[in-house]
């Protein structure tokens, strides 16, 4: 998970807002256009990051597909300390 988080944070473009996603979601599970009002993104960039952020197990989703609801993983869980590592150092 450590390789991944510095993949989807640092080594590609939009790492800053996938990381604002992650961080929308340690408060409360939202969906995509939930979370596009309250991080005053557009939809489909939204929609581009959270399919990134479940192909790689960042994030897993409840519900059908327009009201699909995403949460964090266990797995993220578990290293949450090295993502909050990767946003000090991308700071």
Avoid: C
């Amino acid at each position: 998970m450590e390789k991944v988080l510095w993949y989807l944070l640092v080594g590609t473009r939009g790492g800053g807002n996938r990381a604002r996603i992650i961080r929308a979601l340690e408060t409360q599970p939202r969906n995509a256009n939930q979370l596009a009002d309250h991080l005053d993104l557009d939809y489909n960039t939204v929609r581009y990051h959270l399919n990134m952020l479940t192909e790689h197990d960042v994030l897993e989703t409840s519900g059908d597909e327009y009201g699909k609801v995403y949460f964090l993983t266990d797995e993220f869980e578990r290293h949450e300390e090295t993502f909050r590592d990767i946003l000090d150092r991308m700071e």
